[in-house]
C-alpha cells in the first residue's frame, strides 16, 4: 500500500484481488528486499508471531519491528533501562511520510439471531465510546474507538503515543471490506505471499498465487 498498491478492490459488489498489480508487486519488492538484499532482518523472523518480535526486542537481540501502541508500556514493566531509549516512527510511504496501515484491534459483535438486537447494539455502543471507550484505553494500552476519546488519551500521552495516533489517523487503512476476508486470514494468504518470497519465489510469481487464491475466495 506504501507504493500505490491495494490488496484488493471492489467494483459493483464484486471485490478482485490486486495484490499482484505492478504497484502492490513493487511495494513487496522493497519490503521484502530489506532482508534479501540488505539484511536488514534476521530469517528467522519469516515464521515469528508478535510475541516472538517483542521478546527479542526486550532481549535486545534486534534493534527495531513493526507493533503497535500498546507494546511500550510492556516494555517499561518488563526493562525499564531499554523503555529509556525507546523512539518511535510511523512507517514510511513511497511518497508521502505516512504509509498505510491495517486497521484493527479487539471487536465487538451482535449475533443475528438474538431476540434483542437494538438493545445489543446499545450496549455495543455503551462499552465502545464516551469514559468507558477512555477506561478501556487506559487499562489496555489499546487505541479507543473513536477520534475523540483518542485525542484524550493522545493528551495525556507521551511522545510514543502522538506517533502511534499519528499512524492510526494519518495511515490507518481497513481490510476489504467483505465476510471472505475472514476465510483469506484463515487461510493465512497474506503471511504466505511474504513468506514464500523471502524462501526464494519471484515477488510477481508469489502475488500471482495470493491474487488467484483470494479470487477464489471472494467468488465463493
Same mark, same amino acid.
Given at each position: 500500500?506504501?507504493?500505490?498498491?491495494?490488496?484488493?478492490?471492489?467494483?459493483?459488489?464484486?471485490?478482485?484481488?490486486?495484490?499482484?498489480?505492478?504497484?502492490?508487486?513493487?511495494?513487496?519488492?522493497?519490503?521484502?528486499?530489506?532482508?534479501?538484499?540488505?539484511?536488514?532482518?534476521?530469517?528467522?523472523?519469516?515464521?515469528?508471531?508478535?510475541?516472538?518480535?517483542?521478546?527479542?526486542?526486550?532481549?535486545?537481540?534486534?534493534?527495531?519491528?513493526?507493533?503497535?501502541?500498546?507494546?511500550?508500556?510492556?516494555?517499561? $514493566?518488563?526493562?525499564?533501562?531499554?523503555?529509556?531509549?525507546?523512539?518511535?516512527? !510511523? *512507517?514510511? +510511504?513511497? &511518497?508521502?511520510? =505516512? %504509509?498505510?496501515?491495517?486497521?484493527?484491534?479487539?471487536?465487538?459483535?451482535?449475533?443475528?439471531?438474538?431476540?434483542?438486537?437494538?438493545?445489543?447494539?446499545?450496549?455495543?455502543?455503551?462499552?465502545?465510546?464516551?469514559?468507558? $471507550?477512555?477506561?478501556?484505553?487506559?487499562?489496555?494500552?489499546?487505541?479507543?474507538? !473513536? *477520534?475523540? +476519546?483518542? &485525542?484524550?488519551? =493522545? %493528551?495525556?500521552?507521551?511522545?510514543?503515543?502522538?506517533?502511534?495516533a499519528q499512524q492510526m489517523t494519518e495511515g490507518g487503512k481497513t481490510v476489504p471490506v467483505t465476510p471472505s476476508w475472514g476465510k483469506?486470514?484463515?487461510?493465512?494468504?497474506?503471511?504466505?505471499?511474504?513468506?514464500?518470497?523471502?524462501?526464494?519465489?519471484?515477488?510477481?510469481?508469489?502475488?500471482?498465487?495470493? %491474487?488467484?487464491?483470494?479470487?477464489?475466495?471472494?467468488?465463493?
Amino acid at each position: 500500500m506504501g507504493a500505490g498498491g491495494e490488496i484488493a478492490e471492489e467494483a459493483d459488489g464484486t471485490w478482485t484481488a490486486t495484490v499482484n498489480s505492478p504497484e502492490a508487486v513493487e511495494g513487496l519488492t522493497w519490503y521484502t528486499d530489506l532482508a534479501l538484499k540488505h539484511n536488514s532482518s534476521t530469517a528467522a523472523a519469516t515464521t515469528w508471531v508478535e510475541t516472538e518480535a517483542l521478546a527479542e526486542f526486550l532481549q535486545e537481540k534486534v534493534p527495531m519491528f513493526i507493533t503497535g501502541s500498546w507494546v511500550p508500556a510492556t516494555i517499561r $514493566a518488563d526493562n525499564p533501562e531499554l523503555a529509556e531509549k525507546l523512539v518511535a516512527f !510511523t *512507517i514510511p +510511504a513511497k &511518497d508521502s511520510p =505516512v %504509509a498505510p496501515s491495517f486497521l484493527g484491534g479487539s471487536l465487538m459483535c451482535r449475533f443475528t439471531e438474538t431476540q434483542e438486537p437494538e438493545l445489543a447494539f446499545e450496549l455495543i455502543k455503551l462499552v465502545t465510546t464516551g469514559d468507558f $471507550a477512555t477506561r478501556w484505553a487506559e487499562e489496555t494500552n489499546y487505541f479507543p474507538g !473513536t *477520534i475523540e +476519546a483518542m &485525542d484524550e488519551v =493522545v %493528551a495525556g500521552g507521551d511522545e510514543l503515543t502522538a506517533v502511534f495516533a499519528q499512524q492510526m489517523t494519518e495511515g490507518g487503512k481497513t481490510v476489504p471490506v467483505t465476510p471472505s476476508w475472514g476465510k483469506i486470514e484463515g487461510a493465512k494468504t497474506m503471511s504466505t505471499l511474504v513468506g514464500t518470497i523471502l524462501e526464494g519465489t519471484p515477488v510477481q510469481d508469489a502475488a500471482d498465487t495470493a %491474487a488467484a487464491e483470494m479470487d477464489g475466495f471472494f467468488s465463493e
